[in-house]
């Protein structure tokens, strides 16, 4: 049982971090379209399943203080208290603040610490000013709109809910289609409401039954109006049927509601509106004059012994009516569907155990080098039959083997979308005015590659948002608009991934880099760098030309570490500037794959495999450079200067001067370098062997594989190389 | 669920026995049409139900509203037992006994 509780809160503790983004991204899109109602609804549901979620668990402190935010959410949802500026900003702190008691609870610390319970209390009592009693208001469903469109109906003489009275409420139901279906039975969400209170009248609807041919006997057709008298809150009444409230139309009315709320509600339901009235009046939700009054047209009466008799039973009423209008009903409710709130598309995901998916990967891996294994036999016994299934099973173990690859990928998106706070909050802290675009966030990258890249990018839009962008009397000065602009660019290149953290702000000022740079002994005074050499300077530990240190960054010991992650990923960094216009940081990353498509060389009588995302071509290496020996050169590729490294000599391979060579030419971001080598074998599938620390340092290679026959080959560092070669390109002149 | 059917000249009755549910109700709706293609008049005998759920009782709604459109008499004993319980929660009962 303890196993299965710890289970359980782990999967809360994730979840709720979820949720509590999901709070955040929903709160920032609020703060500039305060009416947009689907965020509303999404923020009070992530709310709401936080609280639900920490009862079951047992988490006392979140669900304790979950609860009073949702009710706040409650009222908010329903239009009773507008979102403004305020709220925003105390349901953000409420947020932080839930994840700080979700932190504490995974640690499990039998302490609360002093500073998180002072905030819990403050944070309680701003939440209890908005929750003071208020009076009952129309509740908000589907598409049954506030009566004024001005946020609320809130009547101030009408009298609170905690005396007793003997009015009751109004609730409208129209069960969905499917619910007999899904198991459930309107029966018990009615039986569970007598249990509540009192059903005081009750009429069942059934127009939307269509004639027996179509009548699907496991469709429910029934809706239902009722006065229920009951001294539970609204909130417990909703929740009533909280399991049905997505695909069935409910209506509640609490007692003294206003009349044009009835009237309202007559609009919005399916049937006919002089039956609906009627049936409001026989149930005593309202009287028949104020329903004629309200209404100010005339009733369509149908029967002479309606409304003057009065003795009609509401059983006669319904048989009149019957089928009539069933096609009209449906078209009715089909409507309201469709332009009601929609439920956000909640991806079918699972959630899995990571060690499992990597033991997958790992078996996958060794799939792809066992069957490259029977393949080589495979060839060699050149049996007609054989080779097709043999053929027939290497696409299998591709594809098995890619989907799985696929598995660990997930969009860039989601991590993005946390910088919105970051960019929000120094916005205001610092007097500045800043707008983050995000682009590319549907570009999917490995799932460890993420979480790893995560921290670096944040401290990159920190540094842009801090020191990069000005105040906007700054930026007004030299000509600037106000707002400065951050952009957030994910995008594929060529077998890697790109991030790019852009600003508009002042720029790099490779004066001041240099400077420091020679006061810190990093480079010589005379020592000549590039611009984009001289912005790498940036990224040295304890380096910062920043005026100020600000609590954010400034202190220098940021950018270096962010340069360390990155390397940590078989990534490069690049930046570009101009001053007073901007910085561009651009990070490239390999899409890190355990199993990669590679072409084989041979260089003597060792093999090399290079991914095959960064081959370009293969050609001939020319006679007059063959006899050369060189270990660096240059071909003619079709009129362009084509560098090239000949790995013989830069893996010391003894030579032997004067063989046939080839190139096989490779480029990473803008370069193109040829290698030269031996043999060209072709393509092949292999997994990447981490090599380990000991040869973390050797040049040029970045892992190992395992061969189908059993030879290792090495893994070429291909960035590593280009490098090389320019580098060697730009000494030599 | 059990149903059966007797017939005398024009009579027809409609017996339902046991559990009266979504699945019993595809069953039901068959027999109802047939029996309201045959007869001129149509007794729906609830008595040995022992369970009806919303399914079944929207069989019951459907049997009362078709008759009523083919101008086939119908008569349902519409209180006591499950039928009765499970009507009086919908406020049905007024339904059924209205017209014949």
Redesign the interface.
């Known amino acids: 049982m303890d196993i299965d509780l710890s289970q359980a809160r782990q999967t809360f503790i994730t979840e709720a971090r979820e949720l509590l983004q999901a709070m955040e991204n929903s709160l920032l899109i609020l703060e500039k379209n305060p009416r947009d109602d689907d965020t509303i609804n999404t923020l009070f549901r992530s709310v709401h399943t936080i609280k639900g979620s920490s009862g079951i668990v047992g988490v006392d402190s979140v669900e304790r203080f979950a609860h009073v935010a949702e009710n706040l959410l409650s009222r908010v949802r329903d239009g009773e208290i507008p979102v403004n500026n305020a709220i925003i900003e105390l349901l953000l702190e409420c947020g932080d603040h839930i994840a700080e008691l979700v932190e504490l609870a995974a640690t499990e610390a039998k302490d609360v610490p002093q500073d998180t319970a002072g905030r819990d209390a403050v944070l309680l009592e701003r939440l209890g000013s908005y929750l003071a009693p208020s009076a009952p208001a129309v509740v908000r469903y589907g598409s049954l709109a506030a009566s004024s469109g001005d946020g609320g109906a809130l009547d101030a003489a009408g009298p609170p809910l905690k005396t007793a009275s003997t009015d009751t409420w109004h609730i409208s139901l129209r069960f969905g289609k499917d619910l ?1 279906k899904s198991g459930m ?3 018990s969400f ?2 569970y409401l007598s249990r509540l209170g009192d059903i005081v ?4 609807l ?1 127009d939307a ?1 269509p004639p ?1 041919q179509e ?1 699907d ?2 469709t ?3 809706g ?1 109006e009722m006065e229920f008298k009951s001294d539970f809150d609204k909130k417990t009444i909703e929740d009533v049927f909280e399991f049905i409230r997505d695909d069935s139309i409910i209506h509640i009315l609490p007692a003294h509601s206003r009349i044009d709320s009835y009237i309202e509600l007559i609009k919005a339901l399916p049937e006919d509106p002089a039956l609906l009235g009627e049936i409001l009046v026989k149930g005593g939700a309202l009287t028949q004059v104020e329903l004629d009054e309200a209404l100010r047209v005339q009733v369509d009466v149908r029967d002479e012994t309606a409304a003057n008799n009065g003795t009609r ?4 009423i ?2 009149g009516r ?2 009539v209008s069933h096609k009209v009903v449906d078209a009715a409710l089909e409507k309201q569907k469709q332009t009601r709130v929609n439920k956000p598309k909640e991806a079918l995901t699972i959630r899995i155990d990571a060690g499992r998916l990597d033991a997958l990967i790992n078996m996958v891996g060794e799939l792809v080098i066992a069957n490259a294994n029977i393949n080589l036999h495979v060839e060699r016994l050149k049996d007609a039959a054989l080779l097709e299934s043999a053929a027939i099973m290497m696409r299998l173990v591709e594809d098995v083997r890619d989907t799985t690859m696929r598995i660990r990928m997930v969009a860039i998106g989601e991590t993005f979308s946390r910088f919105n706070r970051v960019v929000r909050d120094i916005s205001r802290d610092f007097g500045k005015e800043i707008d983050l675009i995000i682009t590319g966030g549907d570009t999917e990258l490995d799932k460890t590659v993420i979480e790893k890249i995560a921290d670096p990018l944040m401290h990159l839009i920190r540094n842009a948002a801090d020191h990069g962008i000005e105040t906007p009397a700054e930026r007004a000065a030299v000509g600037k608009p106000a707002r400065g602009l951050i952009k957030l660019h994910a995008f594929h290149d060529a077998g890697s991934i790109v991030i790019e953290t852009s600003d508009d702000g002042r720029g790099l000022n490779r004066a001041r880099i240099i400077d420091k740079a020679v006061s810190s002994g990093l480079i010589s005074p005379g020592q000549v760098l590039t611009n984009a050499e001289a912005y790498l300077l940036i990224f040295e530990p304890g380096f910062s030309t920043a005026a100020e240190v600000t609590k954010l960054s400034g202190r220098g010991v940021g950018m270096d570490v962010v340069r360390r992650n990155i390397d940590a990923l078989r990534g490069t960094v690049a930046v570009q500037s101009v001053e007073g216009r901007g910085v561009t940081v651009s990070i490239r990353l390999p899409l890190t794959l355990a199993i990669i498509d590679g072409f084989m060389v041979r260089v003597n009588g060792s093999f090399y495999v290079v991914p095959l995302e960064m081959v370009v071509e293969c050609v001939e290496l020319p006679d007059k450079e063959r006899r050369a020996t060189r270990a660096y050169g240059y071909v003619d590729l079709r009129g362009a200067a084509l560098p090239y490294i000949r790995l013989r000599s830069f893996f010391a391979e003894p030579d032997e001067g004067d063989r046939y060579e080839s190139i096989i030419i490779v480029q990473y971001g803008e370069h193109k370098t040829g290698l030269v080598v031996d043999v060209l074998h072709g393509e092949v599938q292999t997994v990447i062997k981490s090599l380990g620390a000991a040869y973390k340092n050797v040049r040029g290679i970045s892992g190992a594989t395992i061969m189908g026959n059993g030879t290792v080959a090495l893994i070429l560092d291909v960035p590593a190389l280009v490098e090389a070669a320019v580098k060697h390109a730009e000494e030599s002149g | 669920m059990k149903i059966s059917v007797t017939k005398i000249d024009d009579r027809c009755r409609l017996k339902a026995d046991g559990e009266f549910n ?1 699945y019993s ?2 069953d ?2 068959v027999q ?2 047939v029996s309201l293609t045959q007869c001129r008049s149509l007794e729906v005998d609830v008595s040995g139900v022992t369970e009806i ?3 079944g ?3 019951l ?2 049997a ?3 008759a ?2 083919r101008a086939v008499g119908f008569r349902m004993d519409a209180h006591g037992g499950a039928v009765g319980a ?1 009507l009086k ?11 014949v």
Not at chain 1, 201 to 204: A, R
Not at chain 2, 89 to 99: D, K, T
């Open positions: 007999l039975d309107p029966m009615l039986n009248s009750i009429v069942t059934f039954m027996a009548m006997p496991e429910c057709y029934l239902v039973l509401i059983g006669e319904l048989v019957g089928m | 979504i109700a595809v039901f709706k109802l049409l759920d919303t399914a009782v929207q069989m709604i459907l009362k509203r078709e009523a459109q499970a929660l919908y406020n049905l009962a007024g339904f059924f006994e209205a017209g």
